[in-house]
């Protein structure tokens, strides 16, 4: 009997398939078993955000989905957000605005906030703060990242 | 205020340098925010093992058996380690490093217990198996026989006549002398300053509080990580996320019977520590089964086993006598700090007693500490470690004098404000400080005139003091041939620190920070450098690059005069053009020389190792506004602004990250955060669902002012700034609490049911 189910997916635009154990996450299928490892492990039990990834247009914590659940899904993870040409207008204003110190849930944060531009580009503070509470900082206190998040829309649109 | 119109983010600068006090980007920035930085368990070795932890399910408790047959025989099981693998050595023999002197055999049973468990958590075994999931598995299948105890909870239970032990080889340390019968009262220690009973003679008020703060944890969002090799040369490589390289690599090899360098430490990316990852957890375990099984082991924790089993900071009985004369004179000051080390001693009681009135000028003092073991995690360092639970003691009394005196809260601190020469009551003089200079910043902010209106709202202040500390770093710099530089260092970069050593650098070369290259190394690629903690990084680390690139200045313009045949006194560098005092027409931009250098001698390194005293303490404040629910007792921050003496912000951007971040914490500390033990002793709230810390909905923007007061102890001015700014916070929420609600928080934290209780109570 095999021990493990063939999942096909599609992510950061490619075609990848891979093993998945039963009882493996999406989260652990990324890091250890496809190698991506941009996504993070902060709790395991979806409560900090830093695992997050785009499955199929929608947010979700990668932990708490399993790996044999993104069979057939569209997967974007923290690795797909730049371009060939450069980094995404969101990273760049990361950067600018010094929005990240250690850096461990920058891509869970990045990821979030690319959606929540591509669902309301002029986002309030408010609602900039709504759509990220899913995403633990230890670090800065969201000051500098709520800002960055504004000022990336400031650009982009 | 220089500045009249409202601006979120000021730098009241007083002095102003080429890259010193810029904003360029980071170094490391771009693999940051594209996933590719490697931290603690990313990018495991080919025939890696994981390991598991089996820990206690009891707080306190002797072990009677441990069977591991049963792991062993699972399929997939590589290999299962107890405490009894460790070596052993004489009951009293010692280990010191920088975070104290303390029995090895205690380390040992710390991080494998093999006589009694002390907290819910306590590891007992290691397993290390194909993968993560056989390895949980495994360590289901170890039967271990307890014999449970009752548990002692906090530091006033641990005194109390009778209680149960910890340690049957725990004496109390008193004015340098060793009790004659165990307890779990480590020790004792007194500061005193003037005449105690004098001073409470000439007060007009005298206030006398009690305070108990919770247990609270650094929940850093990248729990503890590790891969440890146990190479067939005897020597062990440790890759993993640590503020501490050095320290770690030495604490390791301690335990496990190894000279220091038989231990490599290779620092990869850390997810935030703040204090709480200075010592090593899992990798002595993963260094024995390494060893068993020749091959690389890792073990990464949960998020439950952070929580359960790494350093918190202290639960704290606190209480604080002060007088004051009618005039707003501080006459006179005590404080009995006890607070909970956790299973081993050790808890911050020190710098909590040091700390407490720091900030004031006050004749009369008299501090008593007690650090007491309990049956919780030990605890560890945790930004200004021990000084945020004194100063919500020490702040909120003065608050009460401010209202009772009818004087302003700002102003009743600049009258008491210590000052260059004020005598703290631990000994020290204080040197050049910022305490009035943060003070005065607060006054004048336009937060603090603005109106607050509205029902159950109020404003808050309060202010805190930290040392930060100097410890040794080394940098080494090379030239190269297109006119940069390298710089390697040893301080895992926590928040921006690459950026801030290399402006540092550039700075005394005069070229742009981006042509300095940062890198920070491994243990066996550069010289001691203590951990990345006590703000320490940006002053002795960056005093080390310093260094190192003066020796490259020097080198340089003898390079120069070789070049020129001209004598090198001759020849001055300023703002990166090398050129001769007398014949204009010798000159070379730092570009020019660098390429010149192959052919002239060779490529020119310049090194730095310091181990510097200089340290400047720090002063911070913030003020703060709130909307408490009167029947809900649901507290929301509505404005912040936190006050900061940096000395010289190197790079602002993130020196603002720095003030916002800690005030963060400090109001999750304030408001949310609690272990909350059941009655046997478990945590029962190990998750951060029910661990609450800060979200982004439940903080407003927070402003911030960098005050600089240079450090006459450093090159640039830098006193250090990754602390001070968590200790006000919740006492200036309480104070606020005061004028929102009218009731006086005696408990943190100031969380919804806390709060109610203190509503009911004032209205009976």
């Not at chain 1, 609602?127 to 000051?143: E, F, K, M, P, S």
């Not at chain 2, 604080?320 to 009995?336: C, D, L, S």
Request: proline share 6%; aromatic share 6%.
């Amino acid at each position: 009997m095999p021990t493990k189910t063939h999942v096909q997916t599609r992510i950061n635009g490619e075609d990848v398939e891979f093993l998945s154990e039963p009882r493996q996450s999406l989260l652990e299928c990324l890091r250890d078993v496809i190698g991506l490892t941009g996504s993070k492990e902060g709790c395991n039990d979806g409560n900090c955000g830093a695992c997050t990834v785009n499955l199929d247009g929608r947010i979700v914590d990668s932990c708490l989905v399993l790996g044999v659940e993104a069979q057939g899904s569209e997967i974007l993870t923290i690795e797909g957000v730049a371009t060939p040409a450069g980094l995404h207008p969101i990273q760049t204003a990361f950067l600018e605005n010094a929005a990240l110190q250690c850096g461990i849930c920058t891509p869970g944060f990045i990821v979030a906030s690319k959606a929540l531009l591509e669902a309301e580009p002029n986002p309030s503070e408010g609602r900039i703060r709504l759509w990220l509470a899913g995403n633990l900082c230890r670090c800065t206190g969201y000051d500098k990242i709520v800002r960055a998040v504004m000022d990336a829309a400031g650009k982009m649109s | 205020m220089t500045t009249t119109a409202y601006e979120p983010n000021v730098v009241l600068a007083t002095e102003t340098f080429d890259v010193v006090g810029t904003r360029p980007i980071r170094h490391d920035g771009t693999d940051k925010v594209t996933g590719r930085a490697e931290y603690g368990s990313d990018g495991q070795p080919v025939s890696v093992l994981y390991c598991k932890i089996l820990r206690s399910p009891h707080a306190h408790a002797r072990i009677k058996s441990v069977d591991t047959s049963k792991a062993e025989a699972l399929d997939g099981v590589k290999a299962v380690v107890t405490g009894k693998d460790f070596p052993s050595s004489p009951p009293d023999e010692e280990w010191s490093g920088t975070t104290g002197t303390f029995k090895l055999k205690d380390l040992r049973e710390h991080r494998l217990a093999t006589k009694k468990v002390l907290y819910k958590g306590h590891p007992v075994a290691g397993v290390a198996a194909v993968n993560q999931h056989v390895a949980q598995e495994a360590i289901e299948l170890i039967d271990v026989q307890y014999e449970p105890l009752p548990p002692i909870m906090t530091a006033p239970q641990g005194m109390a006549k009778g209680a149960t032990l910890l340690h049957d080889d725990l004496f109390t340390e008193e004015a340098g002398e060793k009790g004659d019968t165990p307890s779990n009262l480590a020790s004792h220690l007194q500061y005193k300053k003037g005449d105690i009973e004098k001073g409470f003679a000439e007060a007009d008020v005298i206030i006398e509080r009690e305070f108990n703060t919770a247990t609270v944890h650094q929940g850093y969002i990248e729990p503890h990580s590790c891969t440890v090799h146990w190479n067939k040369d005897g020597k062990v490589h440790i890759w993993n996320s640590t503020q501490a390289p050095f320290d770690v690599r030495d604490m390791t090899a301690g335990i496990l019977g190894l000279s220091s360098t038989d231990v490599r430490l290779t620092p990869k990316e850390i997810g935030g520590g703040f204090g709480g990852k200075w010592e090593p957890y899992g990798e002595p375990i993963c260094a024995l089964l390494s060893k068993k099984t020749g091959r690389p082991v890792h073990n990464a924790l949960t998020r439950a086993e952070e929580l359960e089993s790494t350093g918190p900071t202290p639960g704290s009985y606190i209480k604080v006598k002060m007088g004051i004369t009618n005039e707003g004179k501080m006459v006179a000051a005590q404080g009995h700090l006890a607070y909970e080390a956790g299973a081993y001693l050790g808890s911050p009681v020190d710098p909590g007693a040091q700390c407490i009135f720091a900030p004031y000028d006050i004749p009369n003092v008299l501090i008593d500490g007690y650090d007491v073991v309990v049956n919780k995690p030990k605890t560890a360092a945790y930004r200004a470690p021990g000084a945020t639970n004194a100063a919500f003691a020490s702040e909120t009394v003065v608050d009460e004098f401010a209202e009772k005196l009818g004087i302003d809260p700002i102003e009743l601190r600049l009258l008491n404000a210590a000052k260059e020469g004020t005598r703290r009551a631990d000994g020290p003089v204080f040197p050049r400080v910022g305490c009035v200079e943060v003070l005065e910043a607060m006054r004048d902010h336009p937060h603090y005139s603005a109106p607050l209106e509205g029902p159950n709202r109020g404003r808050g202040v309060a202010i805190g003091f930290w040392f930060n500390v100097g410890l040794q770093s080394a940098a080494n710099m090379n030239v190269n041939g297109d006119g940069t530089v390298t710089l390697t260092e040893g301080s895992p970069d926590i928040g921006g620190s690459r950026v801030g050593l290399a402006m540092q650098g550039a700075e005394v070369l005069g070229i742009p920070a981006e042509d300095v290259h940062p890198s920070v190394v491994d243990t066996d690629q550069i010289g001691f450098t203590a951990g990345s903690g006590g703000s320490r990084v940006t002053f002795a680390t960056g005093w080390a690059v310093y260094e190192a690139a003066s020796d490259i200045k020097r080198q340089l313009i003898e390079r120069a005069a070789l070049i020129w045949g001209v004598d090198a006194g001759d020849i001055e560098m300023e703002k990166g053009v090398v050129q001769s005092k007398s014949d204009p027409d010798l000159r070379f931009t730092f570009k020019e020389l660098a390429a010149e250098l192959d052919g002239s001698g060779g490529y020119v390194s310049g090194r730095g190792a310091v181990d510097p005293k200089g340290e400047g303490g720090a002063f911070a404040g913030l003020i703060v506004d709130v909307e408490a629910d009167p029947d809900t007792g649901k507290v929301q921050v509505l404005r912040a602004t936190v006050v900061q003496d940096a000395g010289k912000a190197i790079h602002p951007s993130y020196v603002e990250g720095q003030l916002q971040g800690g005030t963060a914490q400090g109001i999750g500390w304030g408001l949310n955060e609690e272990y909350f033990m059941d009655p046997e002793g478990r945590m029962a709230n190990s998750t951060l669902l029910d661990y609450r810390m800060p979200i982004a909905l439940d903080l407003p923007m927070i402003d911030t002012v960098i005050v600089e007061v240079a450090n006459p102890g450093h090159p640039f001015g830098v006193r250090g700034v990754g602390e001070v700014n968590i200790i006000s916070p919740p006492a200036a929420l309480a104070n606020a609490l005061h004028r929102a609600l009218d009731v006086r928080m005696e408990q943190l934290p100031m969380s919804p049911g806390n709060i109610m209780e203190a509503v009911w109570k004032k209205g009976k």
